[in-house]
């Protein structure tokens, strides 16, 4: 077995939950703009009363829940995608870094083109960007964690 490699138990589950979440994000983004409204109106009342005390009206604040959906979903992904990294490299996964960027790049600009085609949905470069943020923080989660599990493994090898 190689050792920089994670179990192939561990590979498969991370690359299913990996195909899952992608597939998840493009999926919604083939749901009408009515579909997708629906789905946001459950958390804007829950969240709204935070909301007016910033000023925001209902559609500012889902606006604002919307774009905080897509930067969550995209951190999930990016998350996932540099664990799809650790897999061939235990040691040292930031080496597939630019993958993971180009990989959480490709996911974004692919789920705004589907939105193009969709009745009231809009693809928006600004919401790639988003996306992107949305990959960068949960990949720069994931490699920190990943170095602290790594630090851990290390002191108790050393005992």
Avoid at 21 to 39: D, Q, R, T
Avoid at 47 to 60: C, N
Wanted: net charge positive; aromatic share 16%.
């Amino acid at each position: 077995m190689n050792e920089k490699r994670a179990s192939k138990r561990f590979r498969n589950i991370i690359f299913s939950l990996t195909a899952f979440m992608v597939l998840f994000a493009w999926i919604h983004s083939c749901f009408p703009a009515s579909i997708s409204s629906k789905e946001s109106e459950g958390v804007l009342q829950f969240v709204y009363g935070f909301f007016k005390l910033f000023g925001l009206d209902r559609d500012g604040a889902e606006h604002v829940i919307r774009k905080v959906a897509h930067f969550s979903e995209f951190a999930a992904i990016g998350g996932l995608l540099l664990s799809c990294a650790y897999c061939f490299d235990r040691f040292k996964p930031h080496r597939f870094y630019v993958y993971v960027l180009f990989a959480g790049l490709l996911t974004a600009v692919v789920d705004e083109t589907i939105q193009l085609f969709v009745e009231g949905r809009a693809g928006m470069i600004v919401d790639v960007w988003i996306d992107l943020g949305g990959v960068v923080f949960g990949s720069l989660l994931m490699l920190g964690f990943y170095a602290l599990y790594r630090r851990k493994q290390r002191k108790k090898e050393r005992r």
